[in-house]
């Protein structure tokens, strides 16, 4: 292996058997089936697997097989004919426990035919409303009990809040043991995220910097130029909070800001990330409006093509009050970050489609430039950009050529697209990979998921009162960075968002 090129993935060995709920949905569509192509693509999945889909529409095998034909990739016709020989469907009404019943029997003969030897993982990429009844339908018609081993994959919004949370946690353990739960969040399956931690710990230059003594302030941005597209029902019911900040936004901030692990091993950086979530400053109602700010897209243009605002779209409530952008300033009171503010922000119909974590690390103490630079020394900054071209970028000072003195930004970037001479994988393929190993680095604990309801559950409740956020949720045009509100909460600070 050569630098340029990614680490060789070893195939998978073990025989499995992938169940997909809501296999006829928009998920599996797009993101499952095609990650898993690629695996298969790249001789990753052993000889013996199968993939049986499940939902509510009325396929067979044969018309389940021609809708994802066409999400597959194009020009590979003799992997795709045989990949699709390795998938079956079984139509199900998930709120009907009988037809689990003959979904079991399909599953039976289906682990004959290949061998699995009982080796089942189920991923649910359902509506989070669904989950409580499809996990309990699972365990008690059987689906949970095998001879090898049982997993099952949830996607974010793992619950509503934090009651839901708890009672879905309560009820996976009555069929599956823990470390048999993977709670998925598809951003840490990025190799920037993973790279955080690689950056921090296997480097020596940075980490005696990281903290409260050397770094004034950290940004988080997560912007979609999107609107919500067929999601009306979902989105409308979840918003920004739940559908970013409970998971990814909360998840990113914790890698950034975790202690040192004893051991590169999931349990020790999950318990890590526990103490951050313990350690951040609660919102009491009376702050929200001093810390946070929310935002609803309203209609615009984009050249000649007219852009529909939020309330407009289909689907939508022309009253919903649902905020599609939030942006805050958050504190971890521990003795490492104690007065550094965390500045994160997410939102739909945003300026540009963009993820980056920055590092905005303190000023010089004393400028010896002072007296010759009117402008002074501008503050190093570390970027971690983790879409849509990921990348570690650091900008500091240089000297322009020439005989008088000047100053500019300089960057060193290592860019993964410009570095490796073969694509990234997907997100996906990583955390399907791990799935079936039973690797949980990339996956969310109990506690963690649960600390992150309780952390936003003030900002849920402060926003169910139809009341106030009708005044505290304010419209801003598409193509923007949202409301005018957010920018200037972070200015009063005396700093600016990096991302423009």
């Known amino acids: 292996m050569t630098n340029d090129e990614p680490c060789k993935i070893d195939r998978l060995t073990e025989p499995f058997g992938l169940i997909i709920f809501g296999a006829s949905g928009d998920l599996a569509g797009r993101k499952l089936l095609p990650a898993l192509f690629n695996l298969f693509c790249n001789d990753i999945l052993p000889e013996n697997f199968f993939i049986l889909g499940t939902a509510r529409t009325d396929f067979t ?57 009982g080796r089942r993982l189920f991923y649910l990429s359902v509506p989070p409303g669904l ?29 509503w809040d934090i009651d839901s949370a708890r009672r879905l946690n309560s009820l996976l353990h009555q069929y599956f043991s823990e470390e048999d739960i993977f709670r998925i969040d598809h951003y840490l399956g990025k190799e920037t ?7 921090r710990f296997a480097n020596s230059i940075f980490e005696p910097l990281w903290d ?11 912007a979609e130029s999107i609107g919500i597209g067929s999601r009306a029902g979902y989105y409308d019911s979840t918003g920004i909070i739940r559908d970013m900040f409970q998971n990814h936004i909360i998840q990113l901030l914790s890698l950034v800001a975790l202690e040192p692990p004893s051991t590169f091993e999931p349990l020790r950086i999950r318990e890590e990330k526990i103490k951050v979530f313990r350690a951040l400053r609660s919102f009491k109602p009376e702050e ?29 409530p022309a009253d919903s009050n649902t905020p599609t952008f939030a942006a805050f300033r958050l504190f971890i009171d521990n003795w490492r970050w104690q007065g550094v503010p965390f500045y994160v922000r997410s939102g739909k119909r945003l300026k540009r489609a963009v993820s980056e974590v920055s590092i905005h690390f303190r000023n010089v103490p004393h400028s010896i430039f002072r007296d010759i630079l009117a402008d002074g020394i501008k503050p ?15 900008r500091f000072q240089g000297k322009l050529p020439g005989s008088r003195l000047c100053i ?18 997907d997100a996906y393929e990583r955390v399907l990979m791990d799935c079936i190993r039973g690797d949980h680095l990339l996956f969310v604990g109990q506690d963690g998921v649960e600390l992150a309801w309780e952390f936003f559950m003030p900002v849920l409740d402060f926003l169910e009162d139809r009341q106030v956020s009708s005044r505290v949720v304010h419209g801003y045009r598409p193509f923007t960075w949202g409301p005018r509100g957010a920018t200037n909460m972070i200015r009063r600070d005396g700093r600016d968002w990096w991302v423009k």
């Not at 499809?134 to 619950?159: N, Q, T, Y």
């Not at 995220?193 to 950056?199: R, S, T, W």
């Not at 500019?408 to 994988?425: I, Q």
Request: net charge positive.
């Open 408 to 425: 500019r930004d300089v960057t060193m970037n290592f860019s993964y697209a410009d570095k490796l001479s073969v694509p990234l994988p």
């Open 193 to 199: 995220v993973q790279d955080i931690l690689l950056f």
């Open 212 to 222: 409260r003594n050397h770094i004034d302030h950290i940004q988080i941005t997560a």
């Open 288 to 316: 929200i409006r001093q810390n946070a700010f929310f935002g609803q897209y309203t209609g615009g243009r984009k050249g000649r093509a007219a852009i529909h605002g939020y309330r407009e779209e289909r689907g939508i």
């Open 380 to 394: 190093n900054v570390l970027v971690f950009r983790i879409q849509p071209d990921e990348a570690i970028e650091l």
């Open 131 to 159: 989950s409580e009844s499809i996990v309990h339908a699972m365990g008690s018609g059987g689906l949970a009990s095998c001879d090898g081993w049982r997993r099952i994959v949830l996607e974010k919004p793992f619950g």
């Open 61 to 117: 095998d044969i018309d389940f097989r021609l809708r994802i034909e066409g999400a597959l990739s194009e020009g590979d016709n003799a992997n795709t004919t045989a990949f699709l020989k390795h998938i079956f469907y079984r139509k199900i009404d998930y709120t009907d426990r009988a037809t689990f019943g003959s979904l079991r029997r399909r599953l039976g003969n289906l682990e004959k035919r290949y061998n699995v030897r």
